[in-house]
């Protein structure tokens, strides 16, 4: 179970560095099924004032699959430079249980998972690619996360929500 918890939070936290806030492109994906690699799972829950605005995010496949490696690409800006200190408060609920409430360092997480950017983040242009491998044995259930990401000054950097139902794959789309 934490080994699964984990990969979702990776999950969660890779798309959080890149996150943004202006694009509507979540529902969208949800509404028409237009294009099937788009995280429908995810979606940004924040807004214009956030440090980070998001261009596009592509998952592979677009629903995380027990036992299979997904594939994070972000694309997007970041209105200033990306510090240490940066962390983002995480909560982790299957079904309507609370099963992990943490507060976890930006920057560590980048450097312990040697994703292909680390801190300092310079602002500007950002491309983040990172691989998961979701277990094998990951509980059949729906599975929510919450992502509240902030700089070393406390200033909002980013806001996701992610849920997967691995209790029935075919179900992606929800109402974060």
């Not at 209105?79 to 962390?87: D, N, R, S, T």
């Not at 995480?90 to 099963?99: A, E, R, S, T, Y």
Request: aromatic share 8%.
């Amino acid at each position: 179970m934490k080994i699964a918890i984990y990969s979702l939070l990776l999950l969660a936290l890779n798309s959080t560095i890149v996150s943004g806030f202006e694009l509507d492109y979540f529902e969208q994906a949800s509404s028409s099924h237009a294009n099937p690699s788009k995280p429908s799972i995810i979606k940004d829950c924040g807004d214009k004032s956030y440090m980070v605005e998001i261009k596009d995010i592509t998952l592979t496949p677009a629903v995380p699959v027990p036992g299979k490696e997904i594939s994070v690409v972000a694309t997007g800006h970041i209105k200033e430079k990306l510090l240490p200190g940066a962390y983002a408060d995480v909560l982790v609920k299957v079904g309507d249980v609370d099963v992990l409430k943490k507060q976890y360092d930006l920057c560590q997480v980048m450097k312990d998972n040697k994703t292909n950017i680390q801190c300092p983040v310079k602002k500007g242009k950002v491309k983040f690619t990172h691989k998961v491998t979701i277990p094998k044995d990951i509980p059949k259930a729906l599975f929510k996360v919450e992502v509240r990401a902030f700089d070393v000054n406390k200033k909002k950097l980013a806001c996701l929500n992610l849920a997967v139902d691995f209790k029935n794959p075919e179900n992606t789309f929800y109402d974060l």
